[in-house]
């Protein structure tokens, strides 16, 4: 062991904590997703291949090593969306940098959806993130308002031409109101969810948006994000979910300190 320790290379520590990094971000990308079960699908085949060549069992192992020979072009094939997702993540810039103009954007957010959820209005509100929205938004129109509750209610009214579609929010202004949505395909989705609902999720399977979903049917306003889906929240567990996505835990700690430095 110290021999070992002695011949590494300051090149070889690097590289070890690249490689760690990596993984580290893939597990986060696919954390809640499909793909972290078929990943798990694809570990129990790998270690089925070995237990096959261990015990001679010949016909099987030929048939898991006809799939393996091809795992590469399989895992691309599988895991598109997620490829796709994480390399459009690589260079973006973060959603915003000044966090009490985006205290601000969230209480106007949350306060909408609260009043549109006691309207039993529907809505479909994207809060656009690192991942650009430029291929979801042309079938939309383009606003570049000011955000406000009392805009982001009138945008879902159902006299609205665009109350169907969905909102993006980006830097904290109104960019685009209607914009039509791709629904997810993924099978195990409950029935019960309506297009608003399949359209967030799909969205979030293929970017890193956060979107929040007001049911009109019950009342209900959900929360999704990479491809998993929060219902039934209230206007406090709203607040707190967006404010753990998008407020750093150290702005509040600084906030709490300044506050007791007046005293």
């Known amino acids: 062991m110290p021999e070992f320790i002695a011949s590494l290379r300051w090149q070889d520590i690097f590289d070890i904590l690249i490689v760690w ?12 997703t499909r793909a972290a079960q078929m990943l798990a699908g694809i570990a129990v085949i790998i270690m089925a291949y070995f237990g096959a060549r261990e015990l001679e069992f010949l016909t099987l192992y030929w048939l898991f090593n006809t799939f393996l020979s091809s795992i590469f072009l399989i895992i691309i094939i599988i895991f598109q969306r997620d490829i796709r997702r994480a390399l459009t993540q690589v260079g973006q810039t973060p959603f915003t940098k000044n966090y009490h103009d985006t205290l601000q954007t969230m209480d106007e957010i949350v306060n909408a959806a609260t009043i549109l959820s006691k309207r039993k209005v529907g809505a479909l509100i994207i809060l656009e993130r690192e991942t650009g929205l430029k291929d979801y938004i042309e079938s939309g129109h383009l606003l570049d308002a000011n955000l406000s509750k009392e805009l982001l209610i009138s945008l879902f009214n159902t006299e609205s031409p665009m109350h ?8 904290g202004r109104i960019m685009h109101a209607g914009c039509v949505l791709p629904l997810t395909k993924n099978p195990y989705i409950s029935k019960r969810l ?16 956060v979107i929040i979903v007001v049911s009109e049917e019950t009342r209900h306003i959900s929360l999704v994000q990479h491809g998993a889906i929060t219902s039934d929240l209230d206007q406090n567990a709203l607040r707190s979910r967006l404010d753990a996505i998008f407020v750093p835990k150290e702005y509040h700690s600084n906030l709490w300190k300044n506050w007791l430095n007046r005293f």
């Open 164 to 171: 169907d579609g969905g909102v993006v929010i980006s830097k």
């Open 194 to 209: 309506g297009t608003r609902h399949r359209a967030a999720i799909g969205l979030s399977e293929e970017t890193d948006a």
């Open 21 to 32: 990094f990596i993984i580290y971000r893939v597990l986060l990308i696919i954390r809640g």
